[in-house]
């Protein structure tokens, strides 16, 4: 079975300056994805950023970017330019091929990230 | 294009009654997700729906909770008779079904408070 487990439940970063959240995984499985959701307190699940296991470049959105090492099975993300509305929960997920488990996601334990001004 | 509509937000029960969680997913999609998250932990998979039919329920516990997706569309989630253990966010979310990346989209999601 997969599991996903992210070591720090709290990260805390300045306003304007750059944090990064980690995530190792666990799989047996060689084709599969990748995610970083934010969860504010409306508890509305956002996806911030994806990334395919086949693909070794690294993923980016704006001022998210992923730091994926396959081998090491790890996949942390980096926020530069931390902004207060970037405060929130946020969980890594993976998720197998659609035709193995459909494509359930398996989340990890969270980070909760605060950001000061 | 609308999103994932959760109801109701927020309920308040007592151990050993029932309660039903509704969801609306985004139209077109065929696959729909149940998700139970304790506080402090990260969502779990309780059940998924490809149209009308069971895709995924091995982690529902089927003494007291079952679901439900008549007609492919809306499903609707209960609990009976509710435990103190169920106390947790309800999270529904859907996917378009083969899309290229089978994004899923998540429901604001329903508070459970069991007293």
């Known amino acids: 079975a997969q599991t996903v487990t992210q070591s720090q439940p709290e990260m805390s970063v300045q306003e304007a300056e750059t944090v990064t959240l980690s995530c190792t995984y666990d799989t047996s499985e060689s084709d599969y994805y990748l995610f970083w959701y934010k969860q504010p307190p409306s508890r509305q699940m956002i996806l911030v950023i994806r990334q395919e296991a086949y693909k070794q470049q690294n993923a980016t959105e704006n001022r998210f970017s992923v730091n994926f090492q396959k081998a090491a099975k790890s996949f942390s993300l980096k926020i530069s330019d931390s902004q207060l509305g970037d405060a929130a929960m946020y969980f890594c997920?993976?998720?197998?091929?659609?035709?193995?488990?459909?494509?359930?996601?398996?989340f990890g334990q969270g980070t909760e990230l605060s950001v000061k001004p | 294009e609308a999103g994932v509509a959760q109801s109701p937000r927020y309920k308040i029960i007592e151990k050993r009654q029932s309660v039903a969680f509704w969801c609306n997913p985004i139209s077109g999609h065929a696959t729909l997700y149940w998700y139970q998250q304790i506080l402090g932990q990260g969502p779990k998979l309780l059940i998924q729906?490809?149209?009308?039919?069971?895709?995924?329920d091995s982690q529902l516990p089927k003494d007291r909770f079952s679901a439900e997706r008549l007609k492919g569309v809306d499903s609707t989630l209960k609990i009976q008779p509710a435990k103190l253990e169920d106390s947790a966010v309800y999270l529904c979310?859907?996917?378009?079904?083969?899309?290229?990346?089978?994004?899923?989209?998540f429901g604001p999601g329903t508070r459970l408070t069991v007293l």
């Open positions: 997920a993976y998720r197998s091929p659609l035709y193995n488990q459909g494509g359930k996601l398996i």
């Open positions: 979310a859907s996917s378009f079904w083969g899309g290229v990346r089978n994004e899923q989209f």
């Open positions: 729906f490809q149209n009308n039919g069971v895709v995924d």
